[in-house]
């Protein structure tokens, strides 16, 4: 049986979300609901300099998530092409 991650999403991730069309908000949802089950799947790579952080794609939108213990905890959401999504880290 498989190990079921709790979900926290930051307040700046849900901040970013607010801002985006309808159809980017299902399928980003979708593929953050989609790392309780799994957090590390194959397409995620590990952050540097950051301990326990990695990020995914979902379309043209990046996300960023650690990952401690049970829990998986989404602190950024943006654009792919756009560095803004690593400042502030």
Do not use: C, W
Request: glycine share 4%.
């Amino acid at each position: 049986m498989s190990k079921e991650y709790s979900l926290i999403i930051e307040h700046s991730a849900r901040k970013s979300l607010k801002n985006l069309q309808p159809k980017f908000i299902k399928q980003i949802v979708f593929k953050i609901f989609t790392l309780q089950d799994n957090p590390f799947p194959q397409d995620s790579t590990k952050l540097k300099g950051f301990e326990d952080s990695y990020r995914v794609d979902q379309g043209e939108y990046r996300i960023l998530y650690t990952v401690e213990d049970d829990k998986i905890r989404v602190f950024k959401i943006g654009k792919r092409n756009d560095d803004e999504v690593y400042q502030n880290l």
